[in-house]
């Protein structure tokens, strides 16, 4: 089992740059992907970056460039900077791993990024 906990969001100004943190504990050694989706209001869950063991990233088009995935193995903690935020970009931000050869998935608890204009 994999426990996360995100944190780091809130009410953040267009253009702001906030960096969400995701911890795990558990049986992190199993973990073999993180991801970082996003839910917005009326619309289905998005997948908005992944990051492998092998350091391979995936970013969604409309965050490439923008959001930065990243990790700290010491610390068992996943990032998601994010820069030049947008209006369009608020939603509840949920991490998650893949762990046992992909076959397993956990959830965090989400954290809600606000961007007024």
């Known amino acids: 089992q994999v426990q996360l906990v995100e944190s780091g969001g809130g009410l953040v100004e267009a253009g702001g740059s906030p960096r969400l943190s995701c911890a795990a504990s558990?049986?992190?050694?199993?973990?073999?992907?993180m991801n970082w989706y996003r839910q917005a209001p009326g619309k289905q869950r998005e997948l908005v970056a992944t990051?492998?063991?092998?350091?391979?990233?995936y970013y969604a088009a409309s965050v490439k460039g923008r959001f930065t995935i990243s990790r700290d193995n010491a610390k068992n903690t996943v990032y998601l900077q994010m820069n030049s935020l947008k209006p369009e970009d608020t939603a509840v931000y949920y991490c998650?791993?893949?762990?046992?050869?992909?076959?397993?998935?956990?959830w965090g608890q989400g954290t809600q990024v606000t961007v007024s204009s």
């Open positions: 998650n791993v893949l762990a046992s050869s992909y076959s397993r998935s956990y």
């Open positions: 990051l492998t063991n092998d350091g391979s990233t």
């Open positions: 558990g049986t992190v050694f199993s973990i073999t992907a």
